[in-house]
C-alpha cells in the first residue's frame, strides 16, 4: 500500500504544477488531522470495541486511496486530493494503535521488542520492492491513467489487509497469565519526567525546522536539479532501505539511558542534511546522503517511541505518544507553510534549507543542554560514541539482515 500510493501522491502533485504552498499543506495537514484523531482515540475506544474500530478505520484508509484514485482523472485534483489524503492518514494513524494493542494480547512483552524488530524490518523491505516496482511501471507509462491504476493496487491492497484483519481477529488471541511476561520496571523519578517533557518539547520544535525544508526537497529534485522520475525513485527509495538496516537496533537502542542518547545523535545528524543537500548536489553523494537520512530518522522515530514507552509512567503510554504527534505535526503544519511562504517571495531553495538547518541545530544544542542538566539522563562522550558503534553503524546492521529476514527459530544473542 504504501509503496504504491503513499510514496506517489505528492509527487503527483508535484508534476501537475500544483503550488508550493499547496504541496506544504497536502504533506502536512492531513498527518495532523490523523494525529489529531489518533489522540482522541482512548476517549472512543476501550477493549470490548477494539476490533470494530480497528476494521474500521482500515476501512477509512482504502476509502482514502480509492479517492485518491479517483482524483487523477480530476480537472483541477487538489482539493479532492487533500480530502483523500486527511482520509488516509486518519484511517492509517488511528488503526495503527489498534493494531498495536491487540498485537500485544497476542506476544508477551519480553519478546515484543524482537517481533517488532523483525516484522517492521520486513514490512520496510516489502515497501521498498513494491515502490522501485511502481517506479518502474510509471516510467514505462505514461499520463494520468499510470497514477489511476497505482493508486488502485494500494487501494485493493489496504483492502485485502482488511480481510486479513478480519479472519484473524475473529478469535481472541491472549497469552495465558502465567506466560505474560513483563519488562523489569523503570525508576520514574522527577529527573526521568522533566527529562520526557524536554523531549516532547523539543522534538516538536524540532519538527517545526524540519518542515521548513523538507516537503521542498521533492520540487528542488524534479524543478532545480532536473531529475527525472527513476533518479528520483532511487533516492527517495533509500531510506526505507536505512530503515530497514536500522530495525536491528531495536534492542540494542532500549537499554539504558541509550534512548536520551539516540534522540540527541539522531537530532544532531538530521539538522546537517538540507545544508548536505546544498553542498553536494550530486546524484552518488545525494545517495549517501539519503542512507544516512533513513538510519538517522529511524534511530528519530525508535528512540521517541521509547522514552515515551519507558518513562512516561504506567497507562500513559498511548496518551503522551498521540499527544506528542499531534503537537509534532502542529508545528510541521506551522513549519511548512513558513517555508512555502518564503519560497514564494523571493526566497530560492538554498536559502530556506540553510534556514532549516540553522534552526534544527538550535533546537538540538538546546537539547543537549537541557539533558546534561538533568542528573538522570546526562553522559559522557563515550556514552556517545558506544550508542554510535553499536546501534546507529552500518556494520551490526549489516550482519543481522540475514536473521531479520529469517524465520527460523530464535537464536542465542551476545548481550551488548
Same mark, same amino acid.
Request: hydrophobic share 50%; proline share 4%; glycine share 6%.
Given at each position: 500500500?504504501?509503496?504504491?500510493?503513499?510514496?506517489?501522491?505528492?509527487?503527483?502533485?508535484?508534476?501537475?504544477?500544483?503550488?508550493? !504552498?499547496?504541496?506544504?499543506?497536502?504533506?502536512?495537514?492531513?498527518?495532523?488531522?490523523?494525529?489529531?484523531?489518533?489522540?482522541?482515540?482512548?476517549?472512543?475506544?476501550?477493549?470490548?470495541?477494539?476490533?470494530?474500530?480497528?476494521?474500521?478505520?482500515?476501512?477509512?484508509?482504502?476509502?482514502?486511496?480509492?479517492?485518491?484514485?479517483?482524483? =487523477?482523472?480530476?480537472?483541477?485534483?487538489? *482539493?479532492?486530493?487533500?480530502?483523500?489524503?486527511? *482520509?488516509?492518514?486518519?484511517?492509517?494513524?488511528?488503526?495503527?494503535?489498534?493494531?498495536?494493542?491487540?498485537?500485544?494480547?497476542?506476544?508477551?512483552?519480553?519478546?515484543? /521488542?524482537?517481533?517488532?524488530?523483525?516484522?517492521?524490518?520486513?514490512?520496510?523491505?516489502?515497501?521498498?520492492?513494491?515502490?522501485?516496482?511502481?517506479?518502474?511501471?510509471?516510467?514505462?507509462?505514461?499520463? !494520468?491513467?499510470? $497514477?489511476?491504476?497505482?493508486?488502485?493496487?494500494?487501494?485493493?491492497?489496504?483492502?485485502?489487509?482488511?480481510?486479513?484483519?478480519?479472519?484473524?481477529?475473529?478469535?481472541?488471541?491472549?497469552?495465558?497469565?502465567?506466560?505474560?511476561?513483563?519488562?523489569?520496571? #523503570?525508576? *520514574?523519578?522527577?529527573?526521568? +519526567?522533566?527529562?520526557?517533557?524536554?523531549?516532547?518539547?523539543?522534538? !516538536?520544535? $524540532?519538527?517545526?525546522?524540519?518542515?521548513?525544508?523538507?516537503?521542498?526537497?521533492?520540487?528542488?529534485?524534479?524543478?532545480?536539479?532536473?531529475?527525472?522520475?527513476?533518479?528520483? #525513485?532511487?533516492?527517495?527509495?533509500?531510506?526505507?532501505?536505512?530503515? $530497514?538496516?536500522?530495525?536491528?537496533?531495536?534492542?540494542?537502542?532500549?537499554?539504558?539511558?541509550?534512548?536520551?542518547?539516540?534522540?540527541?545523535?539522531?537530532?544532531?545528524?538530521?539538522?546537517?542534511?538540507?545544508?548536505?543537500?546544498?553542498? $553536494?548536489? !550530486?546524484?552518488? =553523494?545525494?545517495?549517501?546522503?539519503?542512507?544516512?537520512?533513513?538510519?538517522?530518522?529511524?534511530?528519530?522515530?525508535?528512540?521517541?517511541?521509547?522514552?515515551?514507552?519507558?518513562?512516561?509512567?504506567?497507562?500513559?503510554?498511548?496518551?503522551?505518544?498521540?499527544?506528542?504527534?499531534?503537537?509534532?505535526?502542529?508545528?510541521?503544519?506551522?513549519?511548512?507553510?513558513?517555508?512555502?511562504?518564503?519560497?514564494?517571495?523571493?526566497?530560492?531553495?538554498?536559502?530556506?534549507?540553510?534556514?532549516?538547518?540553522?534552526?534544527?541545530?538550535?533546537?538540538?544544542?538546546?537539547?543537549?543542554? /537541557?539533558? +546534561?542538566?538533568?542528573?538522570?539522563?546526562?553522559?559522557?562522550?563515550?556514552?556517545?560514541? =558506544?550508542?554510535?558503534?553499536?546501534?546507529?553503524? *552500518?556494520?551490526?546492521?549489516?550482519?543481522?539482515?540475514?536473521?531479520?529476514?529469517?524465520?527460523?527459530?530464535?537464536?542465542?544473542?551476545?548481550?551488548?
Amino acid at each position: 500500500m504504501v509503496g504504491c500510493t503513499e510514496s506517489f501522491a505528492l509527487y503527483h502533485a508535484a508534476t501537475t504544477g500544483i503550488a508550493l !504552498s499547496k504541496i506544504a499543506i497536502l504533506s502536512t495537514v492531513p498527518a495532523l488531522l490523523g494525529s489529531v484523531c489518533q489522540w482522541l482515540l482512548p476517549r472512543w475506544i476501550d477493549a470490548r470495541n477494539l476490533r470494530a474500530f480497528k476494521l474500521l478505520f482500515y476501512f477509512i484508509q482504502a476509502l482514502g486511496l480509492a479517492m485518491l484514485a479517483y482524483s =487523477t482523472q480530476v480537472q483541477n485534483p487538489y *482539493l479532492l486530493m487533500l480530502f483523500s489524503l486527511c *482520509l488516509y492518514w486518519i484511517g492509517g494513524m488511528a488503526s495503527g494503535p489498534l493494531w498495536l494493542e491487540w498485537m500485544r494480547k497476542a506476544v508477551p512483552s519480553l519478546c515484543m /521488542a524482537n517481533f517488532l524488530s523483525k516484522r517492521n524490518g520486513v514490512v520496510a523491505l516489502a515497501t521498498l520492492c513494491c515502490y522501485l516496482t511502481t517506479a518502474l511501471f510509471l516510467q514505462r507509462s505514461t499520463g !494520468s491513467q499510470a $497514477f489511476l491504476i497505482a493508486f488502485s493496487v494500494g487501494a485493493l491492497s489496504r483492502l485485502a489487509a482488511l480481510g486479513t484483519q478480519f479472519w484473524l481477529t475473529r478469535e481472541a488471541l491472549e497469552w495465558p497469565r502465567e506466560k505474560r511476561l513483563s519488562a523489569d520496571p #523503570v525508576n *520514574l523519578s522527577g529527573d526521568f +519526567r522533566k527529562a520526557v517533557i524536554w523531549v516532547v518539547a523539543l522534538t !516538536s520544535a $524540532f519538527k517545526f525546522s524540519v518542515a521548513t525544508a523538507s516537503p521542498f526537497f521533492l520540487p528542488y529534485m524534479t524543478r532545480d536539479l532536473g531529475f527525472g522520475v527513476m533518479t528520483y #525513485v532511487i533516492l527517495t527509495s533509500i531510506p526505507f532501505l536505512g530503515r $530497514f538496516l536500522f530495525m536491528s537496533g531495536w534492542g540494542r537502542a532500549s537499554t539504558d539511558m541509550r534512548p536520551f542518547i539516540g534522540m540527541q545523535v539522531a537530532c544532531a545528524g538530521i539538522a546537517l542534511l538540507p545544508a548536505m543537500w546544498i553542498w $553536494f548536489p !550530486s546524484f552518488s =553523494t545525494l545517495m549517501l546522503l539519503e542512507l544516512c537520512s533513513g538510519l538517522l530518522w529511524g534511530g528519530f522515530e525508535l528512540c521517541s517511541v521509547l522514552i515515551l514507552q519507558r518513562f512516561s509512567g504506567p497507562g500513559a503510554v498511548l496518551k503522551w505518544i498521540a499527544f506528542h504527534q499531534a503537537t509534532m505535526n502542529i508545528c510541521a503544519v506551522i513549519g511548512a507553510l513558513l517555508g512555502s511562504y518564503l519560497l514564494e517571495n523571493n526566497f530560492n531553495y538554498q536559502q530556506v534549507f540553510y534556514l532549516s538547518s540553522g534552526l534544527r541545530m538550535i533546537v538540538v544544542i538546546v537539547l543537549i543542554v /537541557a539533558l +546534561r542538566r538533568q542528573p538522570a539522563t546526562s553522559s559522557r562522550f563515550r556514552v556517545y560514541r =558506544t550508542y554510535l558503534n553499536t546501534v546507529l553503524s *552500518l556494520r551490526p546492521s549489516m550482519a543481522n539482515v540475514g536473521r531479520v529476514l529469517s524465520a527460523g527459530r530464535p537464536r542465542k544473542r551476545n548481550s551488548i
